[in-house]
């Protein structure tokens, strides 16, 4: 289950539209925030034998269970717990 809001609701499935997005992650102890990006998932082409064309794989990230990549955020995360970080996309 995502924890990840996005104007004011929580976003269960990635749009069509985007590759990822900007977030903010608040410690709603400290009032300590972080800023990131994340990539809803990535595309490659594999080559097909017998074939002119490559075929497209898109393969999803882990952004529904992600919490940035600051070792020291996810210490506090650990310690404290989600409830008092609020997750949200700034911009899809």
């Known amino acids: 289950m995502s924890h990840w ?3 004011g609701n929580i976003l269960k ?3 069509e539209e985007c590759f990822g997005f900007v977030y ?3 410690n709603t102890k400290s009032g300590k925030k972080y800023i990131g990006r994340k990539y809803f998932g990535s595309t490659r082409r594999v080559k097909v034998a017998g074939k002119k064309r490559r075929k497209v794989i898109r393969k999803d990230s882990n952004w529904r269970e992600y919490t940035g ?3 020291e955020l996810n210490k ?3 310690t404290l717990g989600k409830l008092h970080f ?3 996309i700034l911009i899809l």
């Open 5 to 7: 809001l996005y104007k």
């Open 13 to 15: 499935e990635a749009p």
């Open 24 to 26: 903010i992650i608040t």
């Open 69 to 71: 990549s600051s070792k």
């Open 76 to 78: 506090d995360i650990n």
């Open 86 to 88: 609020q997750f949200e």
